[in-house]
């Protein structure tokens, strides 16, 4: 048997991702690996984090906060699995000839809930691995649980959170990317706005902030695990930059004027940090999905106005999705069904190629 380690020489890393002591800590929406492997047998050691263990619950069923995950073989789900202990060997194909193919394994929950790792690849003896071509188009979603694919996989709108419902290979920042053949990066955080998180009682929430955290390695609320880590923003530079954010903020700003602008204010302030951290970036300004998000559109294209008003930067776009129906149905807590993601992920990649048609986004 022979055994790789998931890093940089092996694999192409997806998302934002960590090594340590050897391990590939998968964080955020989407964060994975791909290969491609020339074997009779693959067979891949997971780890989890605090949240990694079986079930404590009555009836056996499934813990809200395991990290989800998924291993495709040449485009097909093959295995799709949860952390329910700390440590798991999963074989995902042994015997026969010898098999050449492309793997991509995917965590399809967020990062505000679990982590897990990557240990080891191991194959048979002859076997081989290398890392996929870099794309030429590389994208960032930066947004809150619409983007995590939260709920996407829900049977109705009263059923609630858990990551067993959650995949971000469901929600239109992913499948964007895969209509585009891009490769991406999803920053983002369920719950979490620009001036406010999600609030139920109007008051502001200022716990939950992209703002805060977007520089940061990660964020959860059961691990302390790297939360003193800083993002390396130049191992990942996009030419598209997709900020679906204020669903959650309109829930704090609702129709108060001074609150909407305060909202496009911290905005504005948003902008200029992801412009410093992505000097080469178009930036596309979306929202709309959910319903009521059109209430808060107007203070986005406030918010681009001024943004280049301050600092002369014209290199952004504003674009308002048509809202879920009920034609569509509901995933959890409301959240866009499989159908909207759907809609919204052709919306998002027709936009983006009219970008580069435009030469507004070079390749």
Not at 143 to 156: A, F, L, N, P, Q
Not at 328 to 345: I, N, V
Request: net charge negative.
């Amino acid at each position: 048997m022979k055994s790789f380690l998931a890093n940089e020489d092996n694999v192409k890393i997806l998302g934002r991702t960590l090594q340590e002591d050897g391990t590939r800590w998968l964080i955020l929406s989407a964060s994975g690996i791909e290969f491609s492997i020339e074997a009779k047998k693959l067979v891949v050691d997971f780890t989890g984090d605090e949240t990694a263990h079986p079930s404590q619950k009555a009836d056996g069923s499934p813990e809200m906060n395991w990290a989800r995950y998924e291993i495709f073989v040449d485009g097909k789900s093959v295995i799709l699995g949860s952390m329910d202990k700390s440590e798991k060997s999963v074989t995902v194909f042994e015997g026969g000839a010898t098999k050449k193919a492309v793997v991509k394994i995917l965590k399809l929950s967020e990062g505000t809930q679990s982590f897990m790792g990557i240990k080891k690849i191991t194959t048979d003896e002859d076997g081989k691995i290398s890392p996929t071509p870099q794309k030429k188009l590389k994208i960032e979603f930066i947004g809150d649980s619409i983007t995590c694919g939260y709920g996407v996989e829900g049977k109705c709108s009263e059923e609630p959170f858990s990551t067993q419902t959650e995949n971000a290979a469901k929600a239109y920042a992913y499948l964007a990317a895969q209509k585009l053949d891009a490769d991406y990066l999803l920053t983002s955080f369920s719950g979490f706005g620009i001036v406010s998180g999600w609030t139920n009682d109007g008051n502001i929430n200022t716990i939950q902030l992209v703002p805060a955290h977007y520089e940061k390695f990660a964020f959860s609320w059961n691990s302390k695990r790297f939360e003193d880590r800083t993002w390396d923003f130049t191992s990942f530079q996009p030419q598209v930059i997709v900020i679906n954010l204020g669903t959650n903020d309109d829930s704090y700003t609702q129709d108060i004027e001074e609150r909407q602008n305060e909202y496009a204010a911290e905005y504005v302030k948003f902008l200029k940090t992801v412009r410093e951290k992505n000097p080469n970036a178009h930036f596309v300004l979306a929202m709309s999905i959910m319903t009521g998000g059109d209430r808060l559109f107007p203070w986005i294209e406030k918010a681009a106005k001024l943004y280049t008003k301050e600092t002369g930067d014209s290199r952004l776009s504003t674009l308002h999705f048509v809202p879920q129906t009920k034609e569509e149905g509901f995933g959890c807590d409301s959240h866009p069904s499989e159908a909207t993601q759907k809609r919204c992920a052709d919306v998002m990649a027709d936009f983006i190629e009219k970008l580069i048609a435009e030469k507004k986004v070079v390749l």
